[in-house]
Each structure stands twice: as structure tokens, then as C-alpha cells.
């Protein structure tokens, strides 16, 4: 994540606000939500179906990328001062297992964040704790 401006404060961003007072627009339309976002962390939930299916009747890797990317933002955004921005300059998300139906609880958070550019990790695991994906940010 690159940062645009930097400025330090003890409130809340924001964005974190408006995402948790109603649920984006992609969040929507996909199905997920944030539940915590805190401290340069933030949980993020999908219920799985038929509905994020792709052509072999898997969960349409886009879709996990989505959420992974939704809860790393929120997490990054948390680390932010009010008036400061952000934007992703790289994702990678490596997939280790399929999912058909499945509440999946993607979990982000900083591990690293400079005055320019942060670091995210996200691991995604389904109701059983079984990981499904992990993702990156920068």
C-alpha cells in the first residue's frame, strides 16, 4: 500500500466510518462484510455458494481476491491519520484449496508500514479453521 500524504492523529479514518456504517457497494454486490477493523487489523466474512461459483463449480478465484483485498484495506486504512490516503500498488493471492459452500472469515493485518509503503497479509479459512488462500498487499 503507498501512502499519499502522512499526518499523525488518534482518530479513526473516515473510511473505517463509512464502512462500518452501511456496506460498500462491491460488498454488496459479493456478499461480504467487515466486522473489526482495528489497529492495523481487520476481519472481513463471506458466506460461499453456488452464487461465487465459477464454470467447474468452485468459488471463482476473483471473488476470494475481493475479499482478501476488502479486509487488508481496511486493516491498512486503520493505521491512518484522517486527512492521509492510500492506494494498492501489487496483490498476490496463492489458493490451497477449494471451496463449494463455505463461511470464510478472511483476516488481514500490517506487517509492515513505512512512511511510503506498507506490507498486508491476509489468511482466508473456512468455519473449520481449514486455510483456503493467502493473500498480500503493498
Known sequence: MAQ??????????????KVLASRPAVAELIGF???QISDGHAVAYLQAGPQHANPMGT????????LADAAMGMAFASTLAP????????LSVNFFRPVWEARLCAE???VRRGK???????????????????ASCS
Open 116 to 134: 511510503n509503503l506498507g506490507y498486508v497479509e491476509c489468511d482466508i479459512a473456512d468455519q473449520d479453521g481449514k486455510q483456503i488462500a493467502k
Open 108 to 110: 488481514a493485518h500490517v
Open 4 to 17: 499519499k500524504r502522512r499526518a499523525e492523529s488518534p482518530t479513526r479514518h473516515p473510511l473505517i466510518e
Open 59 to 66: 468459488m471463482h478465484g476473483g471473488v476470494l481476491c475481493d
Open 83 to 90: 486527512l492521509e490516503s492510500f492506494r494498492t500498488t501489487s
Open 33 to 35: 462484510y467487515v466486522e
